[in-house]
């Protein structure tokens, strides 16, 4: 089974309206951290925000938030009043695990969804 | 602070060469992973390193190795180049001293491509 699903494959908004992209997962480690990636076509991964498994609060960074429920193994990103620069390939990916130390830091990544706004 | 940087940005290889990708990891950073990302596919973990050792890796056949010098940067090896390794491979830096809350940082990236 894939560790993480997007099953979004292109997405289109409006400027300045919200948009969702979708994101389940799974683990059966209880210690996990969930992070979605901005990858315009310069190729550049960028971080955008990070959900750890026993944090109590949906993480927010700006425009971004990211709609956590644990119980149905999804993270969905909402990018709030989008802009055109937004236009991007976005990841959603898990590493499992402890959140600190030294280990292993690989990250399992979804396949994508390509973003596109519309003036 | 510096951020990560990938060299070269852009490769041609023939099939059976070898190649040898670099990067110089963020400042700070103590471990570094490789990525390789075909073409509309999200990337796929190639190995890890920490403290000049392997620490992790992913379902990539031996062909592929890597090292980690003492400044941290590392170089990512490819022997009897494959014409599916055409790829863009992404370096990714990070610290084991905090918390992954903070993100890997990534660079830009190395396309290559295998003719």
């Known amino acids: 089974a894939q560790k993480i699903t997007q099953t979004q494959p292109g997405m289109f908004v409006q400027e300045k309206e919200a948009v969702t992209l979708d994101c389940t997962y799974d683990t059966s480690d209880p210690s996990y951290g969930l992070f979605w990636y901005k990858q315009p076509s310069s190729g550049e991964m960028i971080f955008l925000i990070y959900q750890g498994s026993y944090d109590q609060q949906n993480a927010t960074e700006g425009r971004y938030s990211l709609n956590f429920q644990k119980a149905r193994k999804s993270a969905n990103l909402v990018i709030s009043a989008s802009q055109l620069g937004d236009s991007a390939m976005y990841f959603c990916?898990?590493?499992?695990?402890?959140?600190?130390?030294?280990?292993?830091?690989?990250?399992?990544f979804g396949k994508g969804t390509k973003l596109s706004v519309i003036p | 602070e510096t951020g990560v940087t990938q060299s070269p940005t852009h490769l041609i290889k023939t099939r059976g060469q070898q190649v040898t990708l670099r990067c110089s990891s963020q400042?700070?950073?103590?471990?570094v992973s490789w990525y390789q990302q075909a073409l509309g596919q999200g990337p796929q973990f190639i190995f890890q390193?920490?403290?000049?050792?392997?620490?992790g890796r992913g379902n990539f056949p031996p062909r592929f190795s890597g090292l980690q010098f003492p400044n941290y940067s590392s170089e990512l090896n490819v022997n009897a180049l494959e014409l599916d390794d055409s790829a863009l491979y992404l370096c990714?830096?990070?610290?084991?001293?905090?918390?992954?809350?903070?993100?890997?940082?990534f660079g830009s990236g190395t396309r290559l491509t295998v003719v």
């Open positions: 390193y920490y403290r000049e050792e392997e620490n």
């Open positions: 400042s700070g950073h103590n471990t």
């Open positions: 990714a830096s990070s610290s084991s001293d905090v918390s992954l809350r903070y993100g890997y940082t």
């Open positions: 990916a898990m590493r499992e695990g402890g959140g600190s130390g030294a280990g292993s830091y690989q990250l399992t």
